[in-house]
């Protein structure tokens, strides 16, 4: 894969493409061309093979076609509106499934597992076509660079040419949030998390988010000093969010969909970095004290 430190001023889009997910795979995420990903037909956007794999190896008294099933359930959701789809299916990534097999008792199903991060299959994959109808005919959608975990799409990256001064950041928000959610929202619909990047600029949001609200992650680590300039907020992007075991934790902790019983405004949010790393500073200080007020209590 191509590196951005060899970036010279004459990237194409591909090229840029092909660095940032170098960048990924330097964080342990298995790169996958879409031209290899085998499914039955092209409007198929889960990898069945990583998701049955994966219930495979952490439920080892399913049968197989009760995991067969489960991936159907999966496979097959998206009756009801789009955010609501979209919430639905978040919900069951985060809390697990829930599923009767055979025996007859009902249990949860994790469709990734939080507590033990090498436990989960994280894929990135580019250029893989999806299928969609418009007006009778079959036309065809092609993401830039997606995010799996467990077979299951949770990110989507539009990427634009650094070089093309008419390829915005904004480009690739209208892509993401105008065309894919007209033309391909079975996609979207597992995705709850989103990047838009022109080499430049490089941002993170939902898939709901409107543009002025996507933003940079400026920092690894808390206490980092701010990147600000080209490409490097890119590798402190992927470095900061992507790492396996913080995407997890931001997927599961960060993401608020709105409740519908208090307001029926569809709205999703993730956490900026400033939110992110103040949150874990306080949920650390409330661990502390609350330890302390246990010793205390058993001393007395």
């Given at each position: 894969?191509?590196?951005?430190k060899?970036?010279?001023?004459?990237?194409?889009?591909?090229?840029?493409?092909?660095?940032?997910?170098?960048?990924?795979?330097k964080?342990?995420?298995?790169?996958?061309?879409?031209?290899?990903?085998?499914?039955?037909?092209?409007?198929?956007v889960?990898?069945?093979?990583?998701?049955k794999?994966?219930?495979?190896?952490?439920?080892?008294?399913?049968l197989?076609d009760?995991?067969?099933?489960?991936?159907d359930?999966?496979?097959?959701v998206?009756?009801e509106?789009?955010f609501?789809?979209?919430?639905?299916?978040?919900?069951?990534?985060?809390d697990?499934v829930q599923?009767?097999?055979q025996?007859?008792?009902?249990?949860?199903v994790?469709?990734?597992?939080?507590?033990?991060v090498d436990?989960n299959?994280?894929?990135?994959?580019n250029q893989?076509?999806?299928?969609?109808?418009n007006?009778?005919?079959k036309?065809?959608?092609?993401?830039?660079?997606m995010?799996?975990?467990?077979?299951?799409?949770l990110?989507?990256?539009?990427?634009?040419?650094?070089?093309?001064?008419?390829?915005?950041?904004?480009?690739?928000w209208?892509?993401?949030?105008?065309?894919y959610?007209?033309?391909?929202?079975?996609?979207?619909?597992?995705?709850?998390?989103?990047?838009?990047?022109?080499?430049?600029?490089?941002?993170?949001?939902?898939?709901r988010?409107?543009y002025?609200?996507?933003?940079?992650?400026?920092r690894?680590?808390?206490?980092?000093?701010?990147?600000?300039?080209?490409?490097?907020?890119?590798?402190?992007?992927i470095?900061?969010?992507?790492?396996?075991?913080?995407f997890?934790?931001?997927?599961?902790?960060?993401?608020?969909?709105q409740?519908?019983?208090?307001?029926?405004?569809?709205?999703?949010?993730?956490?900026r970095y400033?939110?992110f790393?103040a949150?874990?500073?306080?949920?650390?200080?409330?661990?502390?004290?609350?330890?302390?007020?246990?010793?205390?209590?058993?001393?007395?």
């Amino acid at each position: 894969m191509a590196q951005l430190k060899n970036y010279n001023g004459h990237y194409c889009e591909s090229e840029y493409e092909d660095a940032f997910i170098g960048f990924l795979e330097k964080e342990n995420w298995i790169y996958t061309s879409g031209n290899d990903i085998s499914r039955i037909t092209k409007r198929d956007v889960l990898i069945s093979d990583d998701f049955k794999e994966f219930l495979s190896k952490t439920n080892v008294d399913l049968l197989e076609d009760e995991i067969n099933q489960i991936y159907d359930n999966i496979r097959l959701v998206g009756s009801e509106s789009n955010f609501t789809t979209l919430h639905k299916v978040y919900s069951w990534l985060v809390d697990s499934v829930q599923f009767t097999p055979q025996s007859g008792t009902a249990r949860m199903v994790k469709l990734i597992d939080f507590d033990n991060v090498d436990n989960n299959i994280f894929r990135v994959v580019n250029q893989l076509t999806v299928e969609y109808t418009n007006n009778g005919q079959k036309e065809n959608r092609r993401p830039d660079v997606m995010l799996y975990v467990n077979g299951i799409p949770l990110c989507i990256i539009e990427l634009k040419n650094p070089t093309d001064a008419r390829a915005t950041v904004y480009d690739a928000w209208e892509q993401i949030n105008i065309r894919y959610w007209r033309d391909i929202p079975h996609l979207l619909h597992y995705c709850p998390l989103a990047c838009i990047s022109d080499g430049v600029k490089t941002r993170l949001g939902t898939v709901r988010t409107p543009y002025e609200h996507f933003y940079a992650w400026r920092r690894v680590n808390d206490g980092d000093k701010v990147s600000t300039l080209p490409f490097e907020e890119t590798e402190t992007m992927i470095r900061g969010v992507y790492s396996p075991v913080r995407f997890l934790e931001i997927f599961r902790d960060y993401i608020y969909f709105q409740d519908s019983i208090y307001d029926s405004d569809e709205v999703e949010i993730v956490c900026r970095y400033p939110q992110f790393f103040a949150s874990k500073l306080l949920k650390q200080s409330i661990l502390i004290t609350y330890q302390r007020l246990k010793n205390y209590m058993l001393k007395n």
